[in-house]
Nanobody, 119 residues
Framework: QAQLVASGGGSVQSGGSLRLSCTASRNLVCVHAVTWYRQAPGKEREFVSGREDDGRTRYIDAVKGRFTISQGDEKNTVYLQMNSLIPEDTAMYYC?????????????WGQGTQVTVSS
């Protein structure tokens, strides 16, 4: 099955760290770009961080200096390192990448991984 899997979420105390993974199945060939979103209860999904095909990264002000996108040793895995977590970071986190399966290119979404930060 062609899919993107987001994992690594959990429950941590304020100040803690988590590393989220976004892994594409081996039957997908994905571009270098990746985007992370999050959705907190009762709120709309928001952009958190993104990496362009040329490697440039973007972060919303709320996470700058705390979150970092990095490439895994395997090409199909991208990480979102989250440090100094605060309760406002509590949300379901999603990754999105444009990938190709055979001759068809589509946007693939991870299923979401829950991050809960307690004070």
């Amino acid at each position: 099955q062609a899919q993107l899997v987001a994992s690594g979420g959990g429950s941590v105390q304020s100040g803690g760290s988590l590393r989220l993974s976004c892994t594409a199945s081996r039957n997908l060939v994905c571009v270098h770009a990746v985007t992370w979103y999050r959705q907190a209860p009762g709120k709309e999904r928001e952009f958190v961080s993104g990496r362009e095909d040329d490697g440039r990264t973007r972060y919303i002000d709320a996470v700058k200096g705390r979150f970092t996108i990095s490439q895994g040793d395997e090409k199909n895995t991208v990480y979102l390192q989250m440090n100094s977590l605060i309760p406002e970071d509590t949300a379901m986190y999603y990754c999105m990448r444009r990938c190709q399966r055979g001759s068809v290119s589509s946007n693939y979404w991870g299923q979401g991984t829950q991050v809960t930060v307690s004070s």
